[in-house]
């Protein structure tokens, strides 16, 4: 699996955001990377494990610089990063492997979004349209983890 690479502009500023891969909706047919996220997402420790040994190996690539910052994706029901989730879990790995930091409070959200699974590209651009902000001044390079579904806009334009 190769290291997915994206700028995302936020707020006049370009900041790298790196993801593992794409992964398909549910309805388009039987596909097991799909279902390993999802297993992840669900907190099954298996594939939170094989999650957390698979980012290692694929950001050790990247060659991610001393004190670089993680931020993380938000959940559809999130406003905030909740403790305890598997990408928190996830974030808080790569920040021990990296001696990264993990801000998990610097990410939020106006409010819940709809999930995000059943809809279309244009629809998930519009659920998302002006739902995220920056809580602190992003003073230096923050690296994004966010699913591919969540590439759709997510900052305010």
């Known amino acids: 699996m190769a290291l997915q690479i994206q700028d995302l502009v936020c707020n006049s500023g370009k900041f790298r955001h790196y993801y593992l891969c794409h992964y398909r909706p549910k309805g ?7 279902e390993s996220i999802i297993q992840f997402k669900n907190g099954n420790s298996v594939h939170l494990n094989v999650w957390i040994e698979c980012a290692i190996l694929e950001l050790a690539k990247a060659q991610i610089k001393k004190g670089s910052t993680i931020v993380r994706a938000l ?6 990063a909740v403790s305890g989730t598997s990408l928190d879990i996830l974030c808080k790995k790569l920040a021990e492997k990296f001696q990264a930091q ?56």
């Open 28 to 34: 388009s047919g039987p596909d097991e990377l799909s």
């Open 75 to 80: 959940g559809h029901l999130e406003q905030e």
């Open 102 to 157: 993990y801000t998990p409070s610097v990410l939020k959200k106006t409010a819940t979004t709809t999930k995000m699974a059943s809809l279309k590209r244009n629809e998930r651009a519009e659920a998302l349209f002006n739902r995220y902000s920056f809580q602190e001044m992003i003073s230096r390079k923050y690296w994004s983890l966010m699913t591919s579904s969540q590439q759709a806009q997510p900052f305010a334009r």
